[in-house]
């Protein structure tokens, strides 16, 4: 069974950072997709940020310029730095691993509130 765990989430004020990370276990990481999708509430589940297996990124318009993806496959974790942030980037962050089908972590909370 895939297992994908995220941590480094939290409360944070505007124009602070944080830094989420997901490890990967029981997958052969370098090859998947990875990304990183929110969810705020009431709101459906949106791509934040991904990168392939050559390290091709790709980002919302909304976070483009104060976010940053990036993947270690030697340790098997993507990571999502984000400086800048405001109090719309509140959400359940969810890291996702794509190849032929999607595997899901359990999410992780980051609140940006002053």
């Known amino acids: 069974q895939v297992q994908l765990v995220e941590s480094g989430g939290g409360s944070v004020q505007p124009g602070g950072s944080l830094r989420l990370s997901c490890a990967a276990s029981?997958?052969?990481?370098?090859?998947?997709?990875m990304g990183w999708y929110r969810q705020a509430p009431g709101k459906q589940r949106d791509l934040v940020a991904s990168?392939?297996?050559?390290?091709?990124?790709n980002y919302a318009d909304s976070v483009k310029g104060r976010f940053t993806i990036s993947r270690d496959n030697a340790k098997n974790t993507v990571y999502l730095q984000m400086n800048s942030l405001k109090p719309e980037d509140t959400a359940v962050y969810y890291c996702?691993?794509?190849?032929?089908?999607?595997?899901w972590g359990q999410g992780t909370q980051v609140t940006v509130s002053s």
């Open positions: 996702n691993a794509r190849r032929y089908l999607d595997y």
């Open positions: 029981r997958i052969n990481f370098s090859i998947y997709v």
């Open positions: 990168i392939n297996n050559s390290g091709t990124t």
